[in-house]
Every structure is written in structure tokens, then in C-alpha cells.
């Protein structure tokens, strides 16, 4: 089956602007986890929805939102962009809310750059 | 606060030797562990976890790693690399319960295996 699907792969912004991510986690997984992956600070956990509901959430300032829909796809906003937000962003799937034996399934991400 | 260090950054290994990559952890609660690898130009994928039971446990490509508790430590080791191993080495913890799939990764280990 096909694996968690994030788009687009590459984006390049300017300081200031807001942008949109968009992953489609494998099919039947209902938890959908974000992701900021830079070479200095490694990945640092952004937020996680299940059921279309924020479950959990990072040390991430407020610029950092993200969504669910109904059939879990998600969507993340970075709104007031900063040269700082340049990193890979990674989408994460599973099942459930991080059951036993439970594994997450991540996509090949977003790098977004910030001019 | 909850961390995750991983000691070494950067590993040089010539084929056939063997592997070891430190974690350690700072959490308050039972947590889960994990390491995670990730092959150039592919997706972060799961190596192995640990949840309960045998400390010693036993992943995929002939990867395993040790639970100490008390040393609130889950050490990777192989014994014996190959030039396919060359990849990214994430240690990987999440609270047991309550936690949902919000994981906290260690910086990473770099790891070269020269033929």
C-alpha cells in the first residue's frame, strides 16, 4: 500500500510570508504527527491530531498551526515566515494514538527554505 | 526537561567492524524507545523499539539494543557494519502512556562505513 505522502517536496518562501504543508498518511491511519528536522537542533516534535483533533503539541511558537480532516489527511501552517523555520518538515502516520507495539511511518518530508 | 543524547556525531567505521552508538535519556515517567535510521536520500524508518519485556532487543538488519534502566540508557550495536549501514542513527522516547506518538529524538549519529 502506498506510504505517507507529503506535498510538496521543496518550497522556497520569503521572510514574512505564510505557507501550507500537506501530508496523506497511509491508509486507515488516523493519527497524523509533524515534524521539524534541522541540522543543528535534529527533529523536534511539532504537533499530532487524531480524529481531527490537536492531541498533542511541541515548544513551537503559535505561528506553527496544523489541521485534520475527516478522512486524516492533514495540513500544517507557518504564517509569518522566519529565516529560522528553514528546515525538513516530516509527516508521521499510525493507527492510533501511540498503542503498544505501535510504529510510526514517516514520509520523505517538506524542505522549506526561507529567503 | 526531557532529553535524549546520543554521544556520537559523527562514526567512521571500516566494513566488518563492529558498532556501538550511545543513547541516553533524561524522562520522567515509563517511557518506549526507539532508534530510527535513515539511508541517504530515503525516509526515516524504524530500526527497533523497545516497550517492555526483554531488555535486549533485536530489529531489522542485524541491529539490536539493550535497555539498561538504570543507566537510562538503549545503546545500538552490530557486530559487524557493512557499506550499506552508512546512514543516520536517531535514538528515539516517548512516555508510555499519555504521550500519544510525541517523541523526543536525540540529535543523531552519523554513521560512514568504509569499504
Known amino acids: 500500500k502506498a506510504g505517507v505522502t507529503q506535498t510538496p517536496r521543496y518550497l522556497i518562501k520569503t521572510r514574512g510570508q505564510q505557507v501550507t504543508l500537506s501530508c496523506s498518511p497511509i491508509s486507515g491511519h488516523r493519527s497524523v504527527s509533524w515534524y521539524q528536522q534541522t541540522p543543528g537542533q535534529g527533529l523536534q516534535f511539532l504537533f499530532e491530531?487524531?480524529?481531527?483533533?490537536?492531541?498533542n503539541k511541541g515548544n513551537f511558537p503559535g505561528r506553527f498551526s496544523g489541521r485534520q480532516f475527516s478522512n486524516s489527511r492533514s495540513e500544517m501552517n507557518v504564517s509569518t515566515l522566519e529565516l529560522g523555520d528553514s528546515a525538513l518538515y516530516l509527516c508521521?502516520?499510525?493507527?492510533?494514538?501511540?498503542?503498544?507495539?505501535?510504529?510510526?511511518?514517516f514520509g520523505s518530508g517538506t524542505q522549506l527554505s526561507v529567503l | 526537561a526531557q532529553s535524549v543524547s546520543q554521544h556520537n556525531h559523527h562514526v567512521i567505521l571500516s566494513e566488518a567492524a563492529s558498532l556501538e552508538l550511545g543513547c541516553n535519556y533524561s524522562y520522567g515517567g515509563t517511557v518506549n524507545l526507539f532508534w530510527y535510521v535513515q539511508y541517504p536520500g530515503q525516509h526515516l524508518q524504524l530500526l527497533l523499539k523497545?516497550?517492555?519485556?526483554?531488555?535486549l532487543v533485536k530489529g531489522i538488519k542485524g541491529f539490536e539494543a539493550e535497555f539498561i534502566k538504570s543507566k537510562f540508557s538503549f545503546n545500538l550495536r552490530k557486530p559487524s557494519v557493512q557499506w550499506s549501514d552508512t546512514a543516520e542513527y536517531f535514538c528515539a522516547v516517548r512516555l508510555s502512556t499519555g504521550g500519544g506518538n510525541k517523541l523526543t529524538f536525540g540529535t543523531g549519529t552519523q554513521l560512514k562505513v568504509e569499504l
Open positions: 508521521a502516520s499510525s493507527y492510533t494514538l501511540g498503542a503498544t507495539n505501535e510504529k510510526l511511518f
Open positions: 523497545y516497550f517492555s519485556g526483554d531488555p
Open positions: 491530531y487524531f480524529s481531527e483533533t490537536q492531541r
